[in-house]
């Protein structure tokens, strides 16, 4: 199961709302995947599609709850090329469904009996709801990466009207989300970890929340190996091509005019060197009596240096 499928489980198991919280996710569950019929004489069904067993199970549960209304359920096969099923929910308008949009703020106004997709803003006077709302959002069209591959949560949406509500909401709590069209969809999406953390936690999916903090620690924690280790690498890299050099050195003065000649501190540290190959700076210094610090070998090994360039050029 995908971490998205997992994300909703939670979310639609969810219970004990307040009766406005439970309206606000229903109006962006019915507003998102909802459509309405006309039928004669000016009246009009509702029907609600959804493909998540557990998503039209919380439908169904909610406008049961909330209207003391049982939706007609109906199971039907996706085309040939998915092998799942859809559910579709109808209520007619004996039933009550110019009662449901006006309540949950989906009528449009001066239009006759119209499905509106994003609700009336008097639902979301209440925080809790603005929640809600998110939640039953991201139930009806929203999905999340696995936090082992990458950062991404989104929510997309047939109407740029709902892509700005829905933008609006999460940006309400202080978060950066932002639009992009992908063909003839709005897509509202966020990209940061952090973010993406705080909209879960938002939307009340707590233990995808843990699950993603404990995979961005993993990730953290590699990377942290991974750029120590390129480091060392580096460092080991550059201290065994300085060494290559200063033998190359110290061996041609000891072929033309011999290290006995070198001064008694160059003479040893250029012994040292010879004797350790792969010793750093620091451990040469210490080796040496009295003890010299890194900068102090290194000033010596220039020493050696010149001498060596010199003696090249007399060549």
Known sequence: ??????????LARLEGEKSCCSKAELAALIGL????????GEKFNLKVTVENPAVARKIFKLIKMQFAINPEIKVRKNS???????YLM???????????????G?????????LKHFPETDIFKKRCCKRAYLRGAFLSGGSVSAPE???????????MEVAAGIQNLINSFGLNAKIVPRKKYQVVYLKEGDQIVELLNIIGAHNALLELENARILKEMRNNINRI????????SKTVNASVKQLENIHLIQRTIGLDELSEGLRTL??????????????????MDPPVGKSGVNHRFRKIESLADKIRGNR
Do not use: W
């Open 33 to 40: 995947n909802g459509e309405a019929v006309q039928t004669p």
């Open 149 to 159: 591959k990458t950062y991404h949560l989104e929510f997309v949406a047939h109407e």
């Open 106 to 114: 989906l009528m449009r106004k001066n239009t006759a009996q119209e």
């Open 90 to 104: 109808a209520i007619t308008h004996t039933m009550g469904s110019s009662r449901i949009l006006e309540e949950l």
């Open 1 to 10: 199961m995908s971490f998205s499928l997992k994300t909703k489980g939670e």
């Open 229 to 236: 280790v390129n480091c060392e690498t580096a460092n080991l």
């Open 270 to 287: 250029a012994e040292l060197r010879i004797r350790h190959e792969d010793a750093s700076f620091k451990e040469l210094g210490e080796m």
């Open 80 to 86: 040939s090329f998915k092998k799942s099923n859809y």
